[in-house]
């Protein structure tokens, strides 16, 4: 697994370095809109600890951060009416899951139908 790296755009947007459209904040997760949408709803949700990615959160992060980051997502699932008729989370992690941003996000898919699961699969 890569060390954290604190120059990841993720971690920017924490400092307050690149601003974000928000979503969601407490005090140890942030949620807000992906810039290339590729569903109606396409929301990122980070914890505010540094986490390369969703192994390394399982690992790392105290129950209060897991609790909080998953808590979140429920919070966001419900407020934005996704919960009737369904939504996608992934978590893209390292190379093969094709892992842009080396900070640990969970993306919420929904808003219409997401399509199949992985590209190229009917
Ligand atoms: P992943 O491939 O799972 O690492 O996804 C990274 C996601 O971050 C992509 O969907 C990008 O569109 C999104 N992204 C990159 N930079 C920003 C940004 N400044 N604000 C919001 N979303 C971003």
Redesign the pocket.
Known sequence: MLDYDNEN??SK?LRGE?P??KVYEDEKVLA?????P?APV?I?VIPKGSYVSIDDFAVKANPQEQVAFFAAISKIVHDKGLTEKGFRC???TGDH??????HF?M?ILGGGPVGPMVLGQD
């Open positions: 755009i993720f947007i690149i974000c459209d807000f809109n992906d810039i290339a590729q396409h990122l992934i978590a893209n899951g094709g892992q842009e941003v080396p996000h993306h």
